[in-house]
């Protein structure tokens, strides 16, 4: 199985990501979770993250605290979108696993240094900062990481929480920028594929019916989704965005894209944290990510719900 860490702000859809991480364990052994500020403050991600490994019955599973804030920016967070808790929908219990020791950055930097070379992999699912830096404090370790797949950015789709740019990338654009010229192997998730992993009424439906506390946490958590999104974007159901990156590690034929080069802005107040995604292919620069455009829906359900059974 592939060796992961899931860096984290959990946010449903990143709870749905680390379910199916956690319930694929021929596919994926996840080393540990590290928890960002993002969707809601830290003291919320680290606490659903726990929230959720109790409910996959891996209290196991180490959980750290890291970064409470972007590198050079103030916080911005989406209630709007998880509700206040980050996690609405279902009921939620205090967890009782413990934190574990530590900074979630040094857990990052260990953990590539003590494995061997090329067999941890990154999977980010919130803004950037634990990731950069972990990268600013120990250059080292980049040359040392297998893949990042990571959920941020957009093209065609362009922006979700301003019209030039993705939640993810504008959360913390430094920390982006820094990951992007890393020169680690990248894949991303951007909108253009997670805007086609809808959870319509029968996919929900199919979550219920699994008649398990997991089955049901996923369907209460994508109905809250779902209403937010219905309303305003009158889509068919709610985006499951960060769901792609696992299930990627899983079936990467499911997903297809281009290899090239991307950039972020950090300049222009206008379009702050927009992903500039050289498609086209019309300048020279470099290829740095490989950068998925679309997904086969089907059989990313299919996966997702047969998996979810198990737990
Ligand atoms: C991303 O932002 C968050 O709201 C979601 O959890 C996802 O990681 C989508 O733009
Ligand atoms: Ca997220």
Redesign the pocket.
């Known amino acids: 199985a592939r060796k992961i860490i899931i860096d984290t ?1 959990p ?1 449903q ?2 709870a749905v990501a680390i379910l199916l991480a956690l319930a694929s364990p021929d596919e994926i052994d996840v080393l540990g979770i590290t928890a960002v500020a ?2 809601v403050p830290l003291a919320l991600t680290q606490k659903n993250a726990r929230i959720v490994c109790e409910w996959a019955a891996r209290p196991d599973v180490p959980v750290f605290a890291g970064c409470s804030a972007p590198l050079r920016r103030t916080l911005t967070t ?1 209630e709007h ?2 509700g206040k808790t980050g996690l609405d929908g279902p009921e939620l219990a205090e967890p009782t696993m413990p934190l574990a020791p530590g900074h979630a950055v040094d857990f990052i930097i260990d953990t590539l240094r003590t494995h061997p070379a090329n067999t941890v992999t990154l999977c980010p ?2 803004p950037l900062t634990n990731i950069a830096k972990a990268f600013e404090q120990a250059p080292d370790i980049i040359s040392r990481i297998q893949e990042i797949v990571l ?2 950015g957009a093209y065609f789709e362009v922006g ?2 301003t019209p030039a740019a ?3 990338i504008y959360v913390d654009p430094e920390a982006a920028d820094i990951v992007f010229k890393s020169r680690a192997p990248i894949t991303v998730m951007p ?1 253009d594929v ?1 805007h086609k992993v809808l959870v319509t009424k029968p996919r929900n439906d199919a979550f219920r019916a699994l008649g398990t506390r997991v089955g049901r946490a996923v369907a209460d958590m994508t109905d809250f989704f779902e209403r937010f999104d219905k309303a305003k974007y009158g889509s068919d159901g709610a985006p499951l ?2 769901p792609c990156v696992t299930a990627y590690l899983i079936r990467p034929d499911l997903f297809s894209g281009r290899h090239i080069n991307v950039e972020i802005e950090t300049g222009s107040e206008l379009t702050l944290g927009m992903t500039v995604a050289d498609w086209w292919g019309v300048t020279d620069r470099p290829a740095n990510a490989m950068f998925m455009g679309s997904v086969d829906d089907v059989g990313f359900f299919d996966l997702l719900t047969e998996r979810l059974a198990c737990l």
Request: no cysteine.
């Open positions: 702000d946010g859809d990143d993002g969707n989406a979108v998880h699912l919130g959920m941020g979700n929480i993705e939640f993810n909108l997670t965005h960060d």
